[in-house]
C-alpha cells in the first residue's frame, strides 16, 4: 500500500504543529497563561506523537518481515493507543492545575494581547484541522484523522481561550473585575472537561482493535454473505472470523462440505473463493481474507 500522500501530510502537520507550539509556550509563559501554555505544550507533545504515527504510516506500507510476518498492521492501534493515552495524561494534568489555581485565588494576565492571540491560532488550528480531516477521508488514514483531531482539539482550545479572554477584557475595571483573576483558569478547566472524552474515544476504539474484538457490521456482512452461500450451493454449515487491527481486516472463513460430494477441480473452487470475495466487497489492499473447505465438523 502506497502511504506516500499520508507520510506528506503528516510531516506537514509536524512542521506547522512546532512552530505554533513554540509560539504559544512563548507567548503564554510571557502572558502568565495558563490556557495558552497548555495549548503550546499540547502542540509540542503532538510533534512527538505525530512523529510517531509518521513513523508507523512507513512501516505499514512495507511488506513485512519473516518476524512480522502479517506485516506492521498492529502497530497502527497501538500508535492510537499511546497518542489517546498521553493526550488524555495531558488533559488530567492540566485540570489538576486550573483546579489548584482557582482554589489559591487565580492569577492576572493582559486579556486584550490574550484574545488577539487566540485569534491567531483559532484561525491557524481551524484551517488545519479542516485541511488534515479532508486528507484523511480521501486517504482512508486513521493516523491522519487522529492527527485532524489533535488540531481540532487546539482549534477549540483557542476559541474559548479568545471568548473567556473577550469577556474578561469587558468587564476588566468594572464592578465585576475581581473575577477576571479566575477567568483563565476557569477557560481551562472548561476546556479539559469538554476535551477529554475526544482522547478517551480513541483510546476506547483502539483498545478495540488491539483486543480484536470483532467489528460487528463486518462480523453481520461476512455472515450474511456465507448463509446466502450455503443456501445457493448447498454446503452444510460454515464458520466464521473476523478482526479489524489499523486500517487491515483480517477474515477467516471455513466452509463445511459433504465429504461424499466432490468440490470439483480447483479452477471451480477458486470461483467459489472469487465470488465469496466480491460480495464481500474485499480490497486485497487492506484484507486478508482466507477461505477453507473441509469435511469434518472440528476444523470448523
Known amino acids: 500500500m502506497d502511504t506516500t500522500r499520508e507520510q506528506r501530510q503528516l510531516r506537514l502537520s509536524i512542521a506547522v504543529t512546532f512552530v505554533v507550539g513554540v509560539a504559544c509556550v512563548a507567548v503564554g509563559l510571557l502572558m502568565r497563561s495558563q490556557a495558552i501554555a497548555f495549548d503550546g505544550f499540547y502542540s509540542l507533545v503532538d510533534v512527538v506523537l505525530t512523529g510517531g504515527s509518521l513513523l508507523v504510516s512507513r512501516l505499514v506500507s512495507s511488506e513485512g518481515s519473516r518476524r512480522f510476518q502479517f506485516g506492521y498492521w498492529h502497530l497502527e492501534p497501538l500508535m492510537v493507543v499511546f497518542n489517546a493515552t498521553v493526550l488524555t495524561a495531558i488533559c488530567s494534568y492540566a485540570a489538576f492545575t486550573a483546579l489548584h489555581d482557582l482554589l489559591t485565588g487565580g492569577h492576572e494576565i493582559a486579556f486584550g494581547l490574550g484574545a488577539a492571540w487566540a485569534v491567531v491560532m483559532s484561525v491557524v488550528s481551524m484551517g488545519m484541522a479542516y485541511q488534515m480531516n479532508r486528507q484523511s477521508k480521501q486517504l482512508g488514514s486513521v493516523l491522519v484523522q487522529l492527527d485532524a483531531r489533535g488540531w481540532l482539539i487546539g482549534g477549540c482550545i483557542s476559541i474559548a481561550v479568545l471568548i473567556g479572554f473577550a469577556l474578561a477584557a469587558v468587564i476588566e475595571g468594572g464592578t465585576l473585575d475581581h473575577w477576571t483573576r479566575y477567568i483563565d483558569s476557569a477557560i481551562l478547566l472548561l476546556l479539559v472537561v469538554v476535551l477529554l472524552p475526544l482522547p478517551l ?76 470475495a466480491h460480495r464481500l466487497g474485499s480490497d486485497i489492499r487492506v484484507e486478508w481474507l482466507t477461505i477453507v473447505f473441509t469435511g469434518k465438523r472440528e476444523w470448523l
Open 201 to 276: 474515544g480513541s483510546l476506547w476504539q483502539a483498545l478495540r482493535e488491539v483486543l480484536q474484538l470483532a467489528p460487528d457490521a463486518l462480523d453481520q456482512r461476512v455472515r450474511a454473505v456465507m448463509q446466502a452461500m450455503v443456501h445457493e450451493r448447498g454446503y452444510l454449515d460454515f464458520s466464521s472470523y473476523v478482526a479489524k487491527i489499523g486500517r487491515m481486516r483480517f477474515i477467516d472463513i471455513h466452509i463445511l462440505v459433504d465429504p461424499s460430494r466432490p468440490l470439483g477441480t480447483m479452477e471451480s473452487i477458486d470461483e467459489v473463493r472469487s465470488q465469496i
